[in-house]
């Protein structure tokens, strides 16, 4: 795709994204379009569409970015592609939001921005995007759909839980990759979410999950999940982890339950030989809120390579909070509590120029620690997220 190509494309989605509503009402356009010319594909989709309307647009926005970087681009659309398969969708569905897309993006932008060169342009990347994923899913031989059994539900805060469940088969993923997932309670609405464990050869799996206030689907996962539920997940996706034999140093940063895939990847680390020297920064609202420090003071313990530090905004629990009441402090092998907003803290650390940089956690947490780094002098190269819908 050639250089002007692109700037058309990206031309076109800064105009729409720039407007008052204008990312939600092209999604608004596109659905309308979708259920209206091809009616049959609505029972892929959940009843209420805000959450996949959001992630749409935003997914789109980030193939937009990349345009330019194939090597990143194409992967990712290939996981798309093979995570897809869970729907059940054919070539011809995809042949269905393409046109829809194509067609609603040229009636949100109107005649006089809409040229022939735009039209043209936008045909390309949707195609390029239809066709890689269409080409991803039909490689793929591994099941489209697994499994699990929850085995345990355990509650640590009143809007978080841990779920640990017995898959029906063994998945292969990298420890730092995150699944899409469906509850029995939520048909069709599937979520986002990063096992805590590397991939076990017995099939097992387990989840941090926080409830999100006025959410559909993890206040039904902390709240009424029960033993013997059956989840479904997708295949894995995201680019997150730790090459072997890396030679440059770690620094790892994560808020609340953004804790689960750094977690995930510095267990698989600990089975290794030799790793890099890793600086964990664990943090959140309040002290209650950093409910895995025992298990990451055992790791820290054992493995010398590995320092945690915790960061708490406020310095006192919630007045909900009913817990041990342990302080943060009290755990062997976990440098001293930090308080303050996570960003701010470890950019003062300094530039954290000679590592390789994780961010897990909100979209707004995400943003905000990366600008405060790269503002402290770490090249934004270094720093990975996964993308934040």
Same mark, same amino acid.
């Given at each position: 795709?050639?250089?002007?190509?692109?700037?058309?494309? +990206?031309?076109?989605?800064?105009?729409?994204?720039?407007?008052?509503?204008?990312?939600?009402?092209?999604?608004?356009?596109?659905?309308?379009?979708?259920?209206?010319?091809?009616?049959?594909?609505?029972?892929?989709?959940?009843?209420?569409?805000?959450?996949?309307?959001?992630?749409?647009?935003?997914? =789109?926005?980030?193939?937009?970015?990349?345009?330019?970087?194939?090597?990143?681009?194409?992967?990712?659309?290939?996981?798309?592609?093979?995570?897809?398969?869970?729907?059940?969708?054919? @070539?011809?569905?995809?042949?269905?939001?393409?046109?829809?897309?194509?067609?609603?993006?040229?009636?949100?932008?109107?005649?006089?921005?809409?040229?022939?060169? #735009?039209?043209?342009?936008?045909?390309?990347? =949707?195609?390029?995007?239809?066709?890689?994923?269409?080409?991803?899913?039909?490689?793929?031989?591994?099941?489209?759909?697994?499994?699990?059994?929850?085995?345990?539900?355990?509650?640590?805060?009143?809007?978080?839980? !841990?779920?640990?469940?017995?898959?029906?088969?063994?998945?292969?993923?990298?420890?730092?990759?995150?699944?899409?997932?469906? =509850?029995?309670? +939520?048909?069709?609405?599937?979520?986002?979410?990063?096992?805590?464990?590397?991939?076990?050869?017995? @099939?097992? !799996?387990?989840?941090?999950?926080?409830?999100?206030? @006025?959410?559909?689907?993890?206040?039904?996962?902390?709240?009424?999940? +029960? =033993?013997?539920?059956?989840?479904?997940? @997708?295949?894995?996706?995201?680019?997150?982890?730790?090459?072997?034999?890396?030679?440059?140093?770690?620094?790892?940063?994560?808020?609340?339950?953004?804790?689960?895939?750094?977690?995930?990847?510095?267990?698989?680390?600990?089975?290794?030989?030799?790793?890099?020297?890793?600086?964990?920064?664990?943090?959140?609202?309040?002290?209650?809120?950093?409910?895995?420090?025992?298990?990451?003071?055992?790791?820290?313990?054992?493995? +010398?390579?590995?320092?945690?530090?915790?960061?708490?905004?406020?310095?006192?629990?919630?007045?909900?909070?009913?817990?041990?009441?342990?302080?943060?402090?009290?755990?062997?092998?976990?440098?001293?509590?930090?308080?303050?907003?996570?960003?701010? #803290? #470890?950019?003062?650390?300094?530039?954290?120029?000679?590592?390789?940089?994780?961010?897990?956690?909100?979209?707004?947490? #995400?943003?905000?620690?990366?600008?405060?780094?790269?503002?402290?002098?770490?090249?934004?190269?270094?720093?990975?997220?996964?993308?934040?819908?």
């Amino acid at each position: 795709m050639d250089s002007q190509t692109i700037a058309l494309i +990206r031309t076109t989605f800064k105009a729409v994204a720039a407007e008052d509503d204008g990312p939600e009402r092209l999604a608004r356009s596109f659905y309308a379009i979708l259920f209206t010319d091809y009616p049959q594909v609505r029972d892929f989709f959940p009843a209420a569409l805000d959450a996949q309307r959001d992630r749409l647009v935003k997914a =789109i926005g980030y193939a937009v970015d990349r345009l330019e970087e194939p090597e990143a681009l194409l992967p990712f659309l290939a996981q798309l592609g093979r995570d897809h398969r869970k729907y059940g969708i054919t @070539g011809e569905h995809y042949v269905a939001v393409s046109k829809s897309l194509h067609t609603a993006l040229k009636a949100f932008a109107g005649t006089e921005l809409w040229t022939d060169d #735009v039209d043209k342009a936008w045909a390309e990347a =949707i195609g390029l995007i239809s066709d890689t994923m269409v080409e991803a899913a039909d490689r793929e031989t591994t099941p489209p759909i697994w499994t699990g059994t929850v085995v345990e539900h355990r509650e640590v805060l009143r809007n978080l839980a !841990i779920v640990r469940l017995q898959l029906d088969q063994p998945m292969a993923y990298a420890a730092g990759q995150y699944l899409s997932v469906q =509850i029995p309670s +939520r048909p069709r609405m599937w979520r986002y979410m990063s096992p805590a464990t590397p991939a076990s050869p017995n @099939g097992e !799996i387990e989840f941090h999950v926080r409830g999100v206030t @006025g959410g559909w689907v993890s206040p039904a996962m902390v709240g009424h999940t +029960r =033993i013997g539920d059956k989840w479904q997940f @997708g295949s894995a996706l995201g680019g997150l982890g730790v090459p072997r034999n890396t030679r440059r140093k770690l620094l790892m940063i994560a808020c609340g339950t953004g804790i689960a895939p750094l977690r995930a990847q510095l267990m698989a680390m600990t089975q290794r030989r030799s790793n890099p020297m890793t600086h964990l920064f664990v943090g959140g609202h309040f002290p209650c809120d950093l409910y895995d420090l025992e298990m990451l003071s055992r790791m820290a313990m054992v493995n +010398r390579w590995l320092t945690v530090t915790p960061v708490v905004e406020n310095d006192e629990n919630p007045w909900w909070y009913f817990g041990s009441g342990e302080s943060p402090d009290g755990f062997p092998n976990i440098e001293p509590l930090r308080i303050g907003q996570i960003g701010k #803290v #470890v950019a003062d650390y300094g530039p954290w120029a000679d590592r390789d940089v994780q961010i897990v956690g909100s979209p707004s947490m #995400v943003q905000t620690t990366k600008f405060r780094l790269m503002a402290a002098g770490t090249p934004a190269e270094h720093i990975r997220h996964d993308p934040l819908f």
